[in-house]
């Protein structure tokens, strides 16, 4: 797949995401929305749908891994922000196909299109600190 389809389905599944976690709507239900009511051509929809489900069926999972690098609870982030460092967790410890610095920068990438001017910040922090605690992980083993 080209990196633009990726992107794209990056982009999309954020807003399913986010509409998730505001409505907890049925996930085939959303991807199916998606798939009427957006412009999904040039979209890898493989990718977007493993994301969607995905993040979603592993969000408990995704939100424990995420807290010890949180400056605040997920309870009172940003949906935003919170969709975007989901989306970023599952493909950091579920895409082992994709690259960690990739995987940081579309979500920097995702939260300037989405988010607060700060969001980029946060989330690149919040990444960074996983990421350095992996490789640390990775050279004790």
């Known amino acids: 797949m080209k990196p633009a389809e990726r992107r794209r ?3 999309f599944a954020v807003q399913a995401i986010y509409q998730w ?3 907890h709507a049925n996930v085939a239900m959303i991807i199916d929305q998606f798939l ?4 999904l051509s040039k979209t890898d929809l493989d990718y977007f749908r493993d994301l969607v489900s995905g993040v979603i069926q592993s969000c408990d999972e995704l939100d424990q891994t995420l807290a010890p690098y949180l400056a605040r609870k997920m309870t009172e982030m940003d949906q ?3 969709a975007i460092l989901r989306l970023a967790m599952y493909e950091l410890t579920k895409r082992k196909d994709v690259p960690f610095k990739v995987v940081i920068n579309e979500a920097i990438e995702l939260a300037k299109d989405f988010a607060t001017d700060e969001s980029h910040k946060y ?12 490789k640390m992980r990775q050279s004790e083993q």
Not at 36 to 39: C, E, F, G, W
Not at 123 to 134: E, R
């Open 80 to 82: 935003v922000d919170k």
């Open 123 to 134: 989330v690149n922090g919040v990444l960074d600190k996983y990421a350095v605690s992996q």
């Open 9 to 11: 389905a990056r982009q």
């Open 21 to 23: 976690q505001m409505t």
């Open 36 to 39: 009427v009511d957006q412009d």
